[in-house]
């Protein structure tokens, strides 16, 4: 069994810790409470699996974690530091030290920008020195598939597949070598050859560097192959969690059921 890399943390502080957070949108006569009261931990280099029908709160609860929105009530905590009461400069600190995948890649990768670009930005913004990014970049290129590098660094996005763009997608998220990556749907958008191959990108991500994921998806049986525990998120509320295996082997909750027999349809046909 290989040792996972150490991406270091306070010990006996998880690296993600949500305490009863809760988003409520309010309109002119009533709101909609997107994420209800959820408490959840996460391990550095653990993948824990947000799993839900679409409405369900998991993209809200997503920009919660990555300090995009701000909760109404609870608290984020990225290694003991609740991000929710930060501004400013400290804000985009923490920021830094997590990264998003978009199902759909082409909308995190600017169409007017060169390969290089794209992948070097976050280390731009982080004030890494030009001389230093461009070795980073062409590492994270060759990292994720696209080798040599030099074939891939001049091209813009749509010069690209599909598959070649989340690839970009996913080497922009770990060039700055971040604590916490979040995933969302980052398999839905391409086709049943590629998933695999992208699923197994994240996984040596997280043996590498020791990197935690939140890895967000409708499909339990996907989940179960990816992630050491599942959330089950209806409504807001986080109805079910545990061990990956355990969860979709024994469902407790009859809607965590529903989302394992969808899975098992959407195979069958």
């Known amino acids: 069994m290989s040792?996972?890399?150490?991406?270091s943390s306070t010990p006996g502080v998880p690296l993600l810790e949500l305490?009863?957070?809760t988003r409520r949108y309010t309109r002119?006569?009533?709101?909609?409470?997107?994420?209800?009261g959820v408490s959840l931990t996460l391990a550095a280099g653990e993948i824990l699996a947000l799993v839900g029908a679409s409405g369900a709160g998991k993209?809200?609860?997503?920009?919660?974690?990555l300090g995009l929105e701000r909760p109404d009530r609870g608290a984020v905590l990225l290694d003991g530091v609740d991000i929710a009461r930060l501004r400013g400069r400290a804000l985009r600190a923490e920021r830094r030290r997590m990264h998003l995948v978009l199902q759909d890649p082409y909308d995190a990768l600017h169409p007017g920008m060169r390969?290089?670009?794209?992948?070097?930005e976050p280390l731009a913004i982080a004030g890494v020195a030009s001389a230093e990014r461009g070795p980073r970049v062409a590492s994270?290129?060759?990292e994720v598939g696209l080798g040599p590098a030099e074939r891939f660094l001049g091209r813009h996005p749509h010069q690209l597949s599909g598959g070649q763009r989340q690839r970009v997608a996913i080497a922009r998220a770990i060039v700055g070598q971040p604590r916490l990556i979040v995933a969302d749907e980052p398999t839905s958008m391409v086709d049943a050859s590629l998933r695999a191959t992208i699923l197994e990108l994240l996984l040596a991500t997280r043996e590498r560097l020791g990197t935690g994921f939140v890895f967000i998806t409708h499909d339990l049986a996907l989940a179960r192959y990816v992630a050491d525990r599942i959330a089950v998120m209806q409504a807001g509320r986080i109805v079910e969690v545990g061990p990956a295996?355990?969860?979709?082997?024994?469902?407790?909750?009859?809607?965590?059921?529903?989302?394992?027999?969808a899975s098992e349809r959407v195979r069958i046909n």
């Open 245 to 261: 295996e355990e969860l979709v082997a024994d469902p407790q909750r009859p809607y965590t059921r529903e989302l394992l027999d």
């Open 19 to 21: 305490r009863v957070v």
């Open 28 to 36: 002119r006569r009533d709101g909609v409470t997107a994420v209800d």
């Open 3 to 7: 040792e996972r890399a150490s991406n």
């Open 59 to 65: 993209s809200t609860l997503s920009r919660l974690v």
């Open 115 to 120: 390969i290089a670009e794209v992948v070097g």
């Open 140 to 142: 994270a290129l060759e």
